[in-house]
């Protein structure tokens, strides 16, 4: 069973510094993997979504990699403002239905 | 880019009570609409996947009697919450795929509805 860890838990940084967040998974067989964020009481927004033939993904200051074979994502956010604050989720579809598999979550602050 | 819609997007009712959830896709047809569950603190975990046309597939440990799910068009799937409890206090999120979009894979999600029962 696909098992998907979020390293930390929480996350505090000063404006402008860059953030690292990390997602694990135990199967390598994966179609793709989501990151999403959510903000408190929301709904989730898609950030990226990496295929599992990609090793990257970019979207402004937000750049996701993937490494299958380790079972490792990291999102990276360059130079976080404070209204980075909220919680990101990875997620992993490792069915062809498009079922996805959350982790926990990184709850970020980032303080002015 | 594609919008899910949820109603209502709060509600609390008796115990005992029955409490409907309406999830639409806007913009587009969604053939595939999956349900999530998400207690305070916790991580989504996904309840039933819901295909137009046929009977939903739960996941395991998810009571399909008592959640009944119903994805009657292309555009609308509802979770119906039967004799509630104050476990069943949650925040339920719905999301959709887009198959006729650019991004199939992509799952667009639902603002979400919490659900408090008394």
């Known amino acids: 069973k696909q098992e998907v860890t979020q390293i930390p838990a929480a996350l505090s940084v000063p404006e402008g510094e860059n953030l690292v967040l990390n997602c694990s998974f135990t199967?390598?067989?994966?179609?793709?993997l989501q990151w999403f964020r959510q903000d408190p009481g929301k709904g989730l927004t898609s950030l990226l979504l990496?295929?599992?033939?990609?090793r990257e993904q970019t979207s402004g200051r937000l750049n996701a990699s993937l490494d299958k074979s380790s079972g490792r994502s990291t999102l990276y956010i360059a130079a976080s403002q404070p209204g980075d604050s909220a919680t990101y989720l990875c997620?992993?579809?490792?069915?062809?239905?498009?079922?996805?598999?959350f982790g926990a979550g990184t709850q970020v602050v980032v303080t002015p | 880019g594609a919008v899910v819609s949820q109603h209502p997007s709060r509600v609390i009712c008796k115990s005992g009570t029955s409490v409907k959830i309406e999830c639409r896709s806007l913009?587009?047809?969604?053939?595939?609409m999956f349900w999530y569950r998400q207690f305070p603190k916790q991580s989504l975990m996904l309840m039933a996947t819901?295909?137009?046309?046929?009977?939903?597939?739960?996941e395991q440990g998810v009571e399909k009697d008592k959640f009944l799910i119903n994805h009657a068009s292309l555009t609308l799937s509802t979770l119906t919450v039967t004799s509630a409890h104050p476990e069943d206090s949650s925040f339920y999120i719905c999301?959709?795929?887009?198959?006729?979009?650019?991004?199939?894979?992509?799952?667009?999600f639902g603002p979400g509805t919490r659900l408090l029962v008394l």
């Open positions: 999301s959709a795929r887009d198959w006729g979009f650019s991004d199939p894979e992509t799952q667009y």
């Open positions: 199967d390598s067989a994966i179609y793709n």
């Open positions: 990496i295929q599992s033939s990609q």
């Open positions: 997620a992993v579809n490792s069915d062809s239905w498009g079922k996805l598999q």
């Open positions: 913009d587009f047809q969604a053939t595939t």
């Open positions: 819901s295909n137009e046309g046929s009977k939903a597939t739960y």
